[in-house]
């Protein structure tokens, strides 16, 4: 009983985190990244109204998103919008990867740094942890990913 009652005032003491956890709005208590991905994103990042912590947030913070949806559905929905997608990485494009395989069923997005001839690079957040942003290198081309939403001219 005493280590219940323990459990409970810890969780207490943190209700920004499980909040954050369980499906807050952005506007939830978060620290925001030490650094924008590129010199176009505004300091603390573009305006969203994704989850702090989810892919789909860390994305939105470096580009501006006026789609919403599940990762998976961002492909679909950008184009919607009449939003260019591509079937090729690009620096500063979205990646969106298939529901499902090493993603969640929600899909996944991530955020092109970098590009090579058989690999490129992506920036994102909620892969491997939920809340941290890490980058990895993706071999090209990626069966996983079901396409790029490249940076468009204004």
């Not at 079937?87 to 993603?103: L, N, T």
């Not at 899909?107 to 980058?135: D, F, K, L």
């Amino acid at each position: 009983m005493k280590l219940i009652f323990a459990l409970a005032a810890i969780l207490l003491s943190f209700p920004a985190v499980i909040g954050s956890a369980a499906g807050a709005t952005a506007a939830a208590p978060h620290t925001a990244p030490a650094k924008e991905l590129f010199a176009w994103v505004p300091a603390g990042g573009f305006p969203d109204r994704f989850p702090f912590g989810q892919c789909t947030w860390w994305a939105a913070y470096n580009r501006r998103v006026t789609w919403g949806g599940n990762a998976g559905d961002w492909l679909v929905n950008a184009r919607a919008q009449g939003v260019a997608t591509s079937a090729y990485p690009s620096v500063g494009a979205i990646a969106v990867y298939r529901p499902g395989g090493d993603y969640s069923s929600y899909g996944h997005v991530a955020i092109v740094i970098g590009v090579r001839a058989t690999a490129y690079t992506v920036s994102e957040m909620n892969a491997p942890r939920w809340g941290e942003v890490t980058t990895r290198v993706v071999p090209w081309p990626d069966t996983q990913v079901q396409g790029f939403i490249p940076i468009r001219a204004n």
